[in-house]
């Protein structure tokens, strides 16, 4: 059954829906990336730090979070707030690893303390959040993480290399996987917040992708001391802490307040733009049979996902609890790397052109967005690794690993 | 009128498609259902006729809970439920793959419904009362464009008849009476006419697929009376129909594709090989994963076709063309998996994988396969 | 470097050619089915072994076999028949299992006394053969055979249920892998030449197929005795029995001496002139370019698999001596599939139509051939064993299990 | 004439492949590769004009061993060798990834030898003389049909004059001359056009792949001497030409894939996760096979299409379009699996798996992409 809005739901849903007619903000002077993650100026931070904080004075971040963590002690306002946010088109949320992974985690396992330090900052964009997982030699198998915490006293001593920490560079917090021992995979792990701007020891360094393009980096911590009470949870309770995290972070390929699904469908409007604007023969390439039918096949698989993420929530019509949820990720990033290698096979030879030629079709988007996509397969759980989830925990497969 | 989240799925249709469920899995096991269709494989494929492979004691109690009425009109004496009710019982219907002629009579009763005459009314009616139906709207070459048939109406003073054949009529053997498409003066008619009514001959084809049959119906000179010229102009009719048709076919091949998936499932979790389980082999879970995606996909489109259907959307046509490309590919893939993961065992007639196998193949064609929709679609998007 | 014929080999392949012409049988009054392994009429099997017995007079099979054993004691005749009897279309050779994996196997593992004994009847087509690998419990994991073969004396006594058996109907004799040991997986396996018609205690039971035709069988053992002299190689080599009888079962899949790949062009000119008969709208399936671009794929792929077999004779253009030899089976017999398949979407609803069908196009040999092609992405190897195969010991990958 | 079994490849051939990998390895090792092309990424994509990124010495040494002269006439100077030399030798600049004027000049060589006139084997004779070459005949919208150019030639007395501009004109700046297509009173017309011409200018696009340059060419009254007319009718040259043009670009794809095959299942073996190295898992195994059975077909299908232009069959361009629709689909899939299987590490700019894909992207797309190839191959069977 779809769930309703009760009537505190439907105010608010009013209040939303009126606040971002009144507060859209301009467009900043260059355009913003496709997503928080490739934000790389100092510009466009500024623009939508400002923007977040905006949104979390007006009650649109945070809705649900209790009150005294700068929250607005309500319950189910954060998806109707969502909801509004992505109709409306706004601008992302920036401090997207803090609101999808962070905050859910403090809140589940920190302590009080840790809930009224971290939480407002991160929720008014105050202070911007990234994520330590993964590191050169730990990439699906997160659980074989390296870094290391060696406890002195009441400081920890943390050494290690983690990568593709997006935002790093804007970040004030890290949540950072650890190992205080050698003698057990799992329950070798402890799980910390640390401070990662201005911190000795800590370096930020950018990664360049394969894009050509910034906003992944490489943080390096020599000897870094962070406090005991930087600790989540329990000593060699890391894991658990992490799988929290990561329960969020797929929810989050959903877009929690980012847009999110609306990725897809303009993908697939803009590749029926592209069809039919590009000189095909006498017609265009959407007269070319072959090429629309795999343009439909796609925008069918954009629809499929719409519907589905529709029936996940009418209750009469699943199947099993997790078995659409844990589809979203794999479905919607192969769905976007997909339309954007057929986008290349339309524009046949200007799929060479690349962001800076004035020719690009559609200012060199399909061949950016083609390779950004791999980023997307690729992190938060490759797709091969998602395969492996839904098929352990929908169909109850044996475990492959 | 907007769509409701929930595809109008609501309690109703909940108890309506659980009861469904637990009907069909009570009286018709899979066990059972092999012995029906496959108890006897040289009768199946080789007697000059194929058996119907179907129980008429089991189709009396279908239309006795009343399936077969769920979508017509109150005031014609049915139910009149919504198009999501209908797809909630033809999926319930693919996933025991049963031998009946409820699907047809469902594409009936919804090309009736839009007819709207008082010989579409009176159609319904014999419906309502318990009679089943198909229609024979399909020529020689599969066409599945409604303009074509390759049956002609001739107007003689009052008289109508028909002459010509309809192909590829569904469960022609288990039905008593077709809604035949015909040339006419006026473009395409529609037309009642009764399986044992004089000129009508049903020639059974030998098909592949051993829970339906299917036949070309030959009219040689076969009267039309009044009362049953459902429309003289019925080409719109068709058309209006044409979504409820892809609807529900669509939702057999979801709950086909269900069991396909799930059994299949379960064999990977039974069969040990090289001392593991067969789902710990990536080459096994990944295309079992890869189904399913493809399956929730399907049936996600087709409720939001249904939903789109009964809301009265203008894009009902592309949701459902959409929902039955989705679900023709699904089936395909999942019944391609469930042999080939089943090894030397799905390839034999003991195995219940080729009843499901055989009946995706043909509902994975009727009335258009993916690309078929997808060409369709390109004319519309 | 292609082999070219040496004179002899010139000779020998006129001889062939006019031998062909001269001697084509005239065809069986009723349609042979597509390959040995599906004769399931006495018939056939009459017409089928008098051919091969014809075929191996004139020396063109078992021609690189010695003499003393009933062949004709050449080098590099055999590969020249086999073409030449592809190229003339005649007839398959029905002892399909004995030509290509049991005389191979007991040329190399057989004693003079079993070269002697079986060799001859079988290339004359005198004594038809048939494998007994498979089990219900043993399909890809062939290692896992429970057969067992308890010594008594100068016998063995033979107890089991082998499935998969193609011939045994008509066989005189098995290739039997059967566990002596349970203390070891691959050494406690032996290897036997088993005989399976009139035998007290073998039960040969027709097993039905998909298709609805029978073609395969089980086989079981109660208390079967046979001669150790039945045994070939020594006890617990049977593994290494197997592999050899293994590695030319793949390579009989390039189809020696019958016919082989010409199945499959003929399979993909069926599916061109399918569409270019089958009416759609105002034209044929063929003027649907989404239909011809699938069509246009399996044939390249087709191609593709001619001249990769013609490649792989030359040694310039080979990277790895096993790299194409393995991938024959796999890719023919996917192709076959994808062919039928697409078959079947050309014919649309007529596809429902089956073999009696006086209407069914091909006389329903598109369903029948989609059906009948699991039979061969399974046996001999599943695509998915043959993929293993393919990444271990080509790629050099590491073992999946 | 009847075609050799060994495509033709035979000692001379071998010979020559083999010195060319081990020269190619020795000198341009992949590290190399790197610096020369991908060292500094902003100077790759975000300077004004991007940098040539190639070796000139490296392209003397080339010059110098002869490889663009293999295909050359020997009475133009050039080594007379058959078009699957040619193929072997572009197989390894794919391999290696070579950044060089190779490619366009053994193109322009093609459409040269086809057009058999005097100023054609002049300009071969450049060639044979160590210059390099392109073809300047697609149009602003990047159609591949030879009927299409933007370029057009004026005749004013004795004078030819060509105007207008040329578009994707591949390594433009590394060339001396071009092979220009120009619409003029009797189709089609083919001229040789000097780089430094007065009234040309080279306008560089900004593009994706590292290891090319490509530009649109701009013609502004641009006068032709008369020796240098190599065709006032040239379609028939360009179409005989269109058969090398498309093998010579699916070897280089053949040897870039063959490249990113083998770094892939490389790094399938020495990256270990979950306690095995990658290769272990079938989601990596299975599909790393699945590519090198596309790119073994990619290249049977290439050197067959070689080996029917030698032989010269009637059914080379068949040939060569299968050959093309397969080495760009094969590309297409090592493509994404050679940055999906490498992971994190793959997405970035230090691994050198971009450097082939983006190579790859430009080459599947260049003179047509699989569904293009496959469009032609439809009105040709």
Same mark, same amino acid.
């Given at each position: ?7 505190? &739901?439907?105010? $608010? ?37 400002? #923007? ?186 890391? #894991?658990?802490?992490?799988? /929290? ?5 797929? *929810?989050?390929?959903?877009?929690? *307040?980012?847009?999110?699904? =609306? ?18 023969? @006498? ?17 069918? %698989?954009? @629809? ?7 029936? *996940?929530?009418?209750? !009469? ?85 | ?6 595809? !109008? ?13 637990? $009907? ?62 209908? =797809? ?7 996933? =025991? ?27 319904? *009616? ?17 066409? #599945? ?57 049903? %020639? ?9 049959? &299917? ?16 429309? /003289? ?29 799930? /059994? ?9 090989? $090289? ?37 009265? &959307? ?6 459902? %063309? ?60």
């Amino acid at each position: 059954m779809a769930r309703k809005d009760t009537p505190e &739901q439907a105010e $608010f849903r009013e209040h939303c829906r009126r606040w971002l007619g009144e507060n859209r903000p301009a467009p900043p002077a260059v355009r913003l990336p496709e997503m928080a993650i490739e934000v790389s100026t100092e510009d466009h931070m500024g623009y939508l730090s400002d #923007w977040q904080n905006k949104c979390w004075e007006a009650g649109l971040v945070g809705s649900d979070y209790p009150k005294e963590y700068g929250g607005g002690g309500n319950h189910g306002f954060l998806r109707i707030a969502n909801q509004e946010m992505s109709k409306a088109g706004t601008p992302f949320l920036i401090n997207v690893i803090g609101l999808g992974m962070a905050a859910p985690t403090i809140l589940h396992h920190g302590t009080e303390e840790q809930k009224r330090l971290y939480l407002k900052p991160l929720l008014a964009a105050e202070e911007i959040w990234c994520q330590g997982f993964s590191e050169p030699g730990a990439g699906s198998d997160l659980a074989s993480a390296q870094t290391s915490a060696v406890r002195d006293g009441d400081n920890w001593i943390i050494n290690g290399h983690k990568v593709w920490t997006s935002l790093a560079t804007f970040s004030k917090w890290m949540i950072l996987l650890a190992r205080h021992s050698n003698d057990h995979k799992y329950n070798g792990l402890t799980y910390f917040v640390a401070p990662i701007a201005d911190t000795p020891g800590v370096t930020v360094r950018p990664l360049i992708k394969i894009t050509g393009g910034t906003g992944f980096n490489e943080v390096l911590f020599e000897d870094v001391v962070i406090s005991d009470n930087m600790r989540l949870d329990e000593i060699g309770k890391g #894991w658990t802490v992490a799988m /929290t995290t990561l329960t969020h972070e797929r *929810g989050a390929a959903e877009g929690a *307040g980012s847009g999110g699904g =609306a990725g897809v469908e303009e993908r697939i409007e803009g590749l029926v733009a592209l069809a039919k604007k590009t000189p095909r023969g @006498n017609g265009t390439a959407w007269d070319d049979p072959v090429l629309r039918d795999r343009i439909i096949q796609v925008a069918i %698989r954009a @629809n499929g996902l719409r519907q589905t993420m529709r029936r *996940g929530r009418v209750e !009469g019509l699943i199947d099993h609890p997790m078995r659409l949820p844990l589809q979203g990720k794999v479905v919607m990033t192969e769905l976007m790397q997909d339309a954007a290698a057929i986008g290349m096979e339309i524009a046949g030879a200007a799929s060479s052109l690349y962001i800076r030629d004035e020719n690009a079709p559609d200012q060199g988007d399909w061949p950016l967005g083609y390779m950004n996509s791999y980023g997307m397969t690729i992190a938060a759980g490759t797709s091969e690794v998602q395969r492996n989830i839904l098929g352990e925990r929908v169909l109850g497969l044996a475990k492959s690993k | 009128m907007s769509q409701p989240k929930d595809f !109008g799925f609501g309690e109703d249709e909940k108890l309506l498609r659980d009861s469904a469920r637990k $009907f069909l899995s009570d009286t018709l096991p899979v066990d059972k259902l092999r012995k029906l269709v496959a108890g006897d494989h040289v009768e199946a494929y080789e007697s000059a006729v194929q058996p119907l492979g179907y129980d008429e004691n089991l189709w009396k109690q279908i239309v006795e809970l009343g399936w077969t009425t769920l979508a017509i009109p109150e005031e014609a004496g049915g139910a009149g439920m919504k198009v999501v009710a209908v =797809a909630a019982i033809a999926e319930e219907a693919g996933r =025991a793959a049963l031998p009946s002629p409820l699907i047809p009579t469902l594409i009936a009763t919804a090309v009736l419904c839009e007819a709207k005459s008082a010989a579409a009314s009176s159609a319904l *009616g014999r419906i309502a009362a318990g009679e089943a139906a198909s229609i024979a709207i399909t020529n020689a070459q599969g066409s #599945w464009e409604p303009t074509d048939t390759d049956v002609v109406a001739s107007q003689s003073g009052n008289e109508t008849t028909l002459s010509g054949t309809a192909s590829f009529v569904q469960d022609a053997r288990k039905v008593s009476f077709f809604v035949v498409s015909a040339k006419n003066s006026s473009g395409i008619g529609l037309y009642v006419v009764d399986a044992d009514a004089p000129g009508v001959t049903i %020639r059974p084809d030998q098909i592949v697929d051993l829970t339906r049959d &299917q036949a070309r119906v030959e009219f040689k000179d076969v009267v039309i009376a009044a009362d049953k010229v459902v429309a /003289t102009d019925g080409l719109e009719a068709l058309r209006r129909a044409t979504p409820s048709m892809l609807v529900i076919v669509a939702a057999d091949l979801c709950g086909a594709a269900e069991w396909q998936l799930q /059994t299949t499932a379960e064999y990977a979790k039974v069969r040990t090989q $090289f001392d593991h389980p067969l789902g710990f082999f990536q080459a096994v879970k990944h295309p079992i994963v890869n189904a399913m995606i493809d399956i929730d996909r399907a049936k996600s489109l087709t409720y939001a076709a249904a939903c789109e259907i009964d809301s009265e &959307q203008a894009t009902a046509e592309v949701a459902a %063309r959409m929902a039955k490309s989705a679900a023709s590919d699904a089936a395909a893939f999942i019944c391609s998996r469930s042999v080939q993961l089943h090894g030397g065992i799905g390839f034999t007639w003991e195995c219940d994988v080729h009843i499901y196998f055989k009946r995706q193949k043909h509902n994975q064609m009727l009335y258009g396969d993916g690309i078929y929709q997808r060409s369709k679609l390109g004319e519309m998007l």
